[in-house]
């Protein structure tokens, strides 16, 4: 079954960084486009990015231009999404989720990751 | 981008049936058919009900329905029933492989 298991809480200080993990199984990784998406607190959805695992070719939304880094590693089936330059407003839960239209994704998330927990905080 | 505009909140009883709106500019939906709507459950992760304006995935019920005229995109549950109650957010590809959500809308059964 597909699955997308994402790495614990996080606290960090305003200015630094923060690297989340998604590691997916259950099918191949390279077939679908991994997505991430943020909820601060008791908001809405916001879509911050996307990430393509079999050449690692990225985009992000234009608020979080020049501040998120998108990797993948084959070999262990993950991808990671590194924000930097942490403020307050960044506290949220932050998800991963696979898109299932393929080749080229079309935004139809439909496995999603647990959600992972980043508080910035002095 | 800014965000695609949805109501606030809807409310309906049990039974009835209830349309969600999500509405942009001719920039945002432009020719594309990639429109997607997902449900929320208080503390839960989002979970995709319709994809490409009309399309149910497996085991979704068919009281959800999708349409899209113009520069709005609907959200239609129909025989509502309590557990529908929760966040209902679209989300679209809007140009230069990016994508934007929705505010969001609770939904209220009554």
């Known amino acids: 079954q597909v699955q997308l298991v994402q790495s614990g809480a996080e606290v960090k200080k305003p200015g630094a960084s923060v690297k989340v993990s998604c590691k997916t199984s259950?099918?191949?990784?390279?077939?679908?486009?991994i997505h991430w998406v943020r909820q601060a607190p008791g908001q809405g959805l916001e879509w911050m990015g996307w990430?393509?695992?079999?050449?690692?070719?990225?985009n992000s939304a234009q608020n979080f231009q020049g501040r998120v880094t998108m990797t993948r590693d084959t070999s262990i089936s993950t991808v990671y999404m590194e924000l930097s330059g942490l403020r307050s407003d960044d506290t949220g839960i932050y998800y991963c989720?696979?898109?299932?239209?393929?080749?080229?994704?079309?935004?139809?998330?439909?496995?999603w990751g647990q959600g992972t927990l980043v508080t910035v905080s002095s | 981008q800014s965000a695609l505009t949805q109501p606030v909140s809807v409310s309906g009883s049990p039974g009835q049936s209830i349309t969600i709106s999500c509405t942009g500019t001719?920039?945002?939906?432009?020719?594309?058919?990639?429109v997607s709507w997902f449900q929320q459950h208080p503390g839960k992760a989002p979970k995709l009900m319709i994809y490409?304006?009309?399309k149910r995935p497996s085991g979704v019920s068919n009281r959800f329905s999708g349409s899209r005229s113009g520069n709005t995109a609907s959200l239609t549950i129909s025989g509502l029933q309590a557990e529908d109650e929760a966040d209902y957010y679209c989300?679209?590809?809007?140009?230069?492989?990016?994508?934007?959500f929705g505010g969001g809308t609770k939904l209220t059964v009554l």
């Open positions: 989720a696979r898109d299932v239209i393929r080749p080229h994704g079309g935004y139809a998330l439909d496995y």
């Open positions: 259950g099918y191949t990784f390279t077939d679908y486009y």
């Open positions: 990430i393509n695992p079999n050449n690692g070719g990225t």
């Open positions: 001719s920039s945002d939906f432009g020719t594309y058919n990639l």
């Open positions: 490409e304006v009309s």
């Open positions: 989300c679209s590809y809007v140009g230069s492989s990016r994508g934007v």
